[in-house]
């Protein structure tokens, strides 16, 4: 069965910058996006970027111009550059990739936790 893996979540002091990766142990045909969304405690799943087949993008107000998501499709992977972070921005990351059939598929979730 295929699995996404998240890397690169951890502890950074506000202002400072973390790079999520993700990437699929198996092949999934018929991406048609890539994304990433966050959880924070007591909150609700919230969508932070994603990115289409074509390249476009789109972001949570909560994060343009800080967040940068990238993708990778020959290796079918996706990245969240994250600059400026600030303490809001602790939550725990899920990747997802979309199908065209409609199936998503979910990491299993990278913390991110922004504090002095």
């Known amino acids: 069965q295929v699995q996404l893996v998240e890397s690169g979540g951890g502890l950074v002091q506000p202002g400072g910058s973390l790079r999520l990766s993700c990437a699929a142990s198996?092949?999934?045909?018929?991406?048609?996006?890539m994304a990433w969304y966050r959880q924070a405690p007591g909150k609700q799943r919230e969508l932070v970027a994603i990115?289409?087949?074509?390249?476009?993008?789109n972001y949570a107000d909560s994060v343009k111009g800080r967040f940068t998501i990238s993708r990778d499709n020959a290796k079918n992977t996706v990245n969240l550059q994250m600059n400026s972070l600030k303490p809001e921005d602790t939550a725990v990351y899920y990747c997802?990739?979309?199908?065209?059939?409609?199936?998503?598929?979910w990491g299993q979730g990278t913390q991110v936790t922004v504090s002095s």
């Open positions: 997802s990739y979309h199908v065209i059939t409609g199936r998503h598929y």
């Open positions: 198996g092949s999934i045909f018929g991406i048609s996006a």
């Open positions: 990115i289409i087949t074509g390249g476009n993008t």
